[in-house]
C-alpha cells in the first residue's frame, strides 16, 4: 500500500474555513474516529487514514487482498465510528441485482405492490468478495455509487446522505471470480491493498481477541448528520491553481506514457481533486499542499490504468505512475 502524505492532525496551518453554514466542523470527533478505527484494525494506521479520507471526499473504497487480512473487519469499524446503517452482501455467483437493490412485492393488506428496500439502503455497505459475484450484479452496484439512488418500477429512492461503499476483492487467480473491468474500477476513488501485519501488531491482535471481539466495544464518535457536513466542508479546501495544474499534469501524464494503454479520466482527476481537500482537512489545514497530491497518486490512479503488459498488471501500473511522479516539476 502506498504510504500516506506526511501531513497529519495537528500540524500548523490556517484555520479551517466557515463551514456553508457558518459552523466549522468539529475535527476533533473526525480525530477521535480516527484514533478508534486505528485501535481496532492494528498496524495500519496509514491505511485507516485513507479509508477516512475516502469516505469524506464522497467516494468509494476497493479493498483488494486475500481472505482473512481484516478487510471486513475494517469496513465494521468504520460503520461502528459513523453511527448510521450498515449492512453487509456477501456477493456469490447467484446473486441477483434485485436482491441488492431491493423488489416491488404485494401487499395483501393494500392489494398494491410496494417497495421493499435492499440491503443498499444504508450509510455504509459492505461489498464483500464483489469479483465472485456476476456482472450484471456488479454492474446493479456500480451504477448506484455513481448515481447514490436506485429506480424501480417507475419510481426513484435516494441512497444516504452519507452513502459509501466499500466493497472486497480477491486476487484474480482465486476460482469462481469475474474481474471487475477498468470502466468499474473507475467508479472507486481509491484501491488500497492491506497486507500483512507486522511480527509487533499480530501479536497485539491476538491479544485483542482473547477475551472477545473488540469491535464490540467500539461505539459511534459521529453521526451521518456530521459525516455531511465533513463532506461539505470538504470541498471548501483551497488548491491553488498551480497545484491544480500539478494534480492535471499527473493525471495527463498517465495518458502518454509509454507503458500505458489507457490512463486516468476525468472521473479520476475529479476523484483525485476531492482526495486531495479531504486530505488538507484531515490534516487540519484549509488547503492542499504538494505531498497531498504526491502522496494519493498511487491509490486513487493507479487501479484505473492499463498497462501494455497484461502480466503482472497492478505492479506495472504502480510503477509508471511512480515515474511519473517523479519526473513531473513539484511547484514552488
Known amino acids: 500500500m502506498t504510504a500516506s ?17 457558518g459552523d466549522t466542523p468539529d475535527l476533533a470527533l473526525l480525530r477521535e474516529a480516527v484514533g478508534t478505527v486505528g485501535r481496532v484494525f492494528l498496524g495500519k494506521p496509514e491505511l485507516v487514514r485513507l479509508a477516512w479520507v475516502c469516505l469524506v471526499a464522497e467516494g468509494h473504497l476497493l479493498l483488494e487482498d486475500v481472505p482473512g487480512t481484516g478487510k471486513t473487519l475494517l469496513a465494521r469499524a468504520l460503520a ?19 436482491d ?5 412485492v404485494l401487499s395483501p393488506k393494500t392489494g398494491g405492490f410496494e417497495f421493499v428496500p435492499g440491503p443498499i439502503f444504508a450509510h455504509v455497505v459492505l461489498a464483500d468478495e464483489i469479483n465472485r459475484a456476476s456482472p450484471r450484479t456488479q454492474s446493479a452496484l456500480l451504477e448506484a455509487m455513481a448515481e447514490t439512488k436506485v ?11 452519507p452513502f459509501f461503499v466499500l466493497a472486497t476483492q480477491n486476487p484474480h487467480e482465486f476460482e469462481g471470480t469475474y474481474p471487475l473491468p477498468e470502466s468499474q474500477l473507475d467508479r472507486f476513488m481509491m484501491r488500497l491493498t492491506i497486507g500483512y501485519p507486522d511480527r509487533e501488531s499480530e501479536r497485539a491482535i491476538l491479544e485483542s ?3 472477545g471481539d473488540p469491535i464490540d466495544g467500539v461505539e459511534a464518535c459521529l453521526d451521518p448528520g456530521a459525516v455531511v457536513a465533513l463532506q461539505r466542508h470538504a470541498r471548501q479546501v483551497r488548491v491553488a491553481p498551480a497545484l491544480a495544474d500539478y494534480l492535471l499534469s499527473i493525471v495527463e501524464g498517465t495518458r502518454h506514457h509509454p507503458e500505458i494503454r489507457v490512463g486516468g479520466s476525468t472521473r479520476a482527476a475529479l476523484g483525485y481533486y476531492r482526495a486531495a481537500q479531504a486530505q488538507a482537512m484531515l490534516s487540519g489545514r484549509a488547503y492542499v499542499t504538494p505531498d497531498d497530491i504526491k502522496g494519493l497518486a498511487q491509490p486513487v490512479l493507479a487501479h484505473r490504468l492499463l498497462v501494455r503488459n497484461g502480466h503482472a498488471q497492478a505492479h506495472a501500473a504502480e510503477e ?10 513539484v511547484p514552488a
Not at 500548523?12 to 466557515?18: K, S
Not at 429506480?151 to 446522505?161: A, E, F, I, N, Y
Not at 509508471?320 to 516539476?329: G, H, S, T, Y
Open 209 to 211: 481477541h482473547r477475551l
Open 151 to 161: 429506480s424501480l418500477d417507475g419510481k426513484t429512492h435516494q441512497l444516504g446522505p
Open 100 to 104: 441488492l437493490l431491493g423488489t416491488s
Open 5 to 21: 502524505p506526511q501531513a497529519s492532525f495537528g500540524k500548523a496551518g490556517p484555520a479551517l474555513l466557515p463551514a456553508a453554514g
Open 320 to 329: 509508471a505512475l511512480r515515474q511519473i511522479v517523479e519526473k513531473i516539476p
Open 80 to 98: 461502528r465510528c459513523l453511527g448510521g446503517d450498515f449492512n453487509r452482501v456477501q456477493f456469490t455467483p447467484d446473486l441477483l441485482p434485485s
